[in-house]
């Protein structure tokens, strides 16, 4: 198991209000955790206002990923954190390091994907580090106070994927684009 230190014990066990999303919810987080990789959500993106549970869930998530195999790989880290180590491997000339670094773990948890949004480069940057996360069969989820939802970049994605708004209780699923011939 790899996992970022700090990440606070009361996380581990947490308990929902019940909502009308709530068992929706709850079925798309047991497809990411434990579904056959080739099949199951590739990414989740969770969008609200602060203090919609957010991070909780995202923290559930990863509780949830240990519980079933204490083995697997998460990189749990902010859209900042991983903006600043691709800024040093940048200046360092190491760009590939960086991309390669991410391909090491079997679930990527992005917390307060908003701050991207100012920064257009930056989030290009983001569409195609999650792109070849996935291609590789590895797993995103990411969060964000954006009240806007699911930001361009990303609508680009071809996956299967779960957009929660949060402050609406909804739910959007989408699944892979297939090309026109």
């Known amino acids: 198991m790899i996992l970022n230190k700090g990440i606070s014990p009361q996380f581990l066990k947490i308990n929902y209000m019940r909502t009308d999303t709530f068992e929706k919810q709850q079925k798309i987080i047991t497809e990411f955790c434990h579904s056959d990789k080739s099949n199951s959500f590739k990414l989740i993106y969770i ?14 998530i990863q509780t949830e990923l240990l519980n079933n195999d204490s083995s697997c790989k998460i990189k749990h880290a902010t859209a900042d954190n991983i903006t ?7 200046k360092n ?5 960086f991309l390669e670094y991410y391909l090491l773990y079997d679930f990527i948890l992005i917390d307060e994907y908003e701050f991207l949004d100012r920064r257009p480069k930056t989030n290009e940057l983001f569409y195609y580090l999650i792109n070849r996360v996935i291609a590789h069969n590895k797993r995103v989820l990411i969060t964000s106070a954006n009240p806007d939802g ?4 990303l609508r680009k994605l071809s996956c299967k994927m779960a957009i929660m708004d949060m402050d609406k209780n909804k739910i959007q699923r989408r699944g892979i684009r297939k090309n026109k011939e």
């Open 47 to 60: 969008f609200g206002n602060v203090s919609t549970g957010k991070t909780s869930i995202l923290n559930t």
């Open 84 to 90: 600043v180590h691709f800024l040093r491997e940048f």
């Open 93 to 97: 000339g190491t760009v590939n390091k």
């Open 150 to 153: 699911l930001p361009k970049s």
